[in-house]
């Protein structure tokens, strides 16, 4: 199980990449892995906004539909326009190539709120 | 929780465990897609050990299993097996089953898991309320273990391990005989569409089998498959999942297995309330849907017509094989013929798809 060092993330499981106020939003290879085979996913639309805490997609495996949340507030600037043909992509390549969204957040303090690689790993230890 | 006695193993080859039914049980090993085309294209290992097992025996077993059952016991030989079902009086499923003839005073039903204590208790139910003499129901459940072993290299796999000839039994026959040196009730039936086998041996000695098997069959890439296969590949053929397809609710008429309910046979409970459905018309018929546009329909989602529901998808998934979403749904019979174009109700959006022939593949 990968936690890189570089990302934040969530509780629900997202990874965020920051690069100024752009952030990169996919589901952790944590999450991938308890999913099993991802067959579907459902992405916003470029131009839509989404909420810190708010779904804003969906990731389908073959026995179950998974909500996806949004770590920040902001305007969806970009999309993964390669999941929707190759959704195996979060699987085989979580941090990477299954990215779904770029965010331009709209509060920077809203990154306090996301935990580092350390927090993160520590809370899904918990989880068993 | 109820385990079967290949708990550990399942655990060892690294199997995700969930509940189902009652039982602690294996949904998936090194992934569902991996698996269901591992059985497609070779073969695949199934614990079916939590399914129920129960004997009926005497020589009034036939009349009782005759007013029992909805397919017709009669046509039965010794060492043939029958798909068949209980239905209560008002026509809905008790449970849909399999039945193994033995001799004429001995029989065998294999019940759903889930169903096994309530399927004991109407057979119980029936036993004493009906006139039947001569006739002992003996729930064997915990006696049995049962392995599928299914796939195009099923038989090739088991040969190896049994002296029985397997050409000799033919599609939904059984023989009794030695697999690895274990007494074992070799059947050539499934739940994958698959050419293959269901084993049955005592409780003790199924995990010997089991290990067994994955041993002679690994080299032509036999796997351990899940709950979550076992679901796609049933669901590929249109075969019907109790609780989904089938229910209380649902009659054997409308879930499309009307094939097995025999209302020529004079006296079977449940038939005079099918018999009724058949004249009038059934009301909603079970098909096969297949996505037009992109998106995986899952059961209890709304199916449309002309913007109007018709019905509900009561399985789904993502085909492994044809790698688009399919799905089993009842729809009102006027809207059931194939080619329909449909939508389903996929979160906030209505999702085009076409009622298509089955199996899907």
């Known amino acids: ?128 | 929780m109820q385990k079967t006695p290949l708990n550990q193993l399942h655990r060892d080859l690294g199997a995700r465990m969930v509940p189902f039914g009652g039982w602690d049980m294996p949904v998936q090993y090194s992934g569902v897609i991996d698996e269901h085309l591992a059985v497609r294209s070779a073969a695949g290992l199934f614990d079916v050990s939590h399914m129920g097992e129960v004997e009926v025996r005497g020589p009034g077993a036939l009349a009782y299993i005759q007013e029992l059952t909805i397919n017709d016991a009669s046509k039965l030989v010794d060492g043939q097996v029958q798909y068949s079902a209980f239905c209560y009086p008002d026509g809905g499923v008790v449970d849909d089953v399999t039945l193994y003839r033995f001799a004429a005073d001995r029989y065998m039903f294999c019940v759903n898991a889930s169903n096994a204590d309530k399927d004991f208790a109407w057979m119980q139910k029936v036993l004493v309320e009906g006139d039947f003499s001569n006739v002992e129901v003996i729930n064997r459940s915990d006696a049995y273990g049962q392995i599928a072993l299914q796939g195009p290299k099923a038989q090739e796999i088991l040969a190896r391990l049994t002296n029985c000839n397997l050409d000799a039994i033919a599609y939904y026959h059984f023989a009794e005989g030695l697999v690895a040196g274990i007494p074992t009730i070799i059947s050539r039936t499934g739940y994958t569409g698959e050419d293959g086998f269901e084993l049955y041996c005592a409780d003790d000695a199924v995990a010997r089998l089991w290990q067994e098997l994955l041993a002679a069959g690994t080299p032509d890439g036999l796997l351990p498959i899940g709950l979550g296969a076992r679901d796609t590949l049933r669901l590929e053929k249109k075969y019907a999942l109790y609780g989904h397809e089938l229910s209380e609710a649902i009659t054997p008429l409308e879930a499309g297995i009307g094939w097995i309910t025999k209302l020529d046979k004079p006296s079977f409970i449940g038939r005079a309330v099918l018999l009724d459905q058949k004249n009038r018309g059934v009301p909603r018929r079970l098909v096969g849907i297949r996505m037009v546009d992109s998106g995986v329909p899952r059961a209890d989602y709304p199916v449309y017509v002309d913007g109007n529901q018709v019905g509900l998808v009561t399985s789904g998934t993502m085909s492994p094989v044809l790698k688009v979403g399919i799905a089993l749904a009842l729809v009102a019979s006027e809207h059931a013929a194939i080619g329909t174009r449909v939508e389903i109700g996929i979160r906030q959006k209505r999702v085009a798809a076409e009622i298509v022939k089955t199996p899907f593949v």
């Open chain 1, 1 to 128: 199980m990968e936690f890189p060092e570089e990302l934040k993330y969530t509780e629900d499981h997202e990874w965020i990449l920051i690069e100024d106020d752009i952030v990169t939003v996919g589901i952790t290879d944590f999450a991938q892995d308890a999913l099993g085979d991802v067959v579907f996913v459902e992405l916003p639309e470029v131009g839509s906004t989404v909420e810190a805490g708010k779904s804003f997609g969906v990731v389908e495996s073959v026995k179950a539909v998974s909500d996806v949340y949004a770590p920040v507030s902001g305007e969806v600037i970009e999309i993964n326009e390669d999941l929707p043909d190759t959704p195996e992509l979060i699987n085989t390549s979580a941090y990477e190539d299954g990215w779904m969204v770029k965010i331009r957040l709209t509060d920077t303090a809203e990154l306090d709120d996301l935990l580092d690689a350390e927090a993160y790993q520590a809370f899904v230890d918990e989880q068993g």
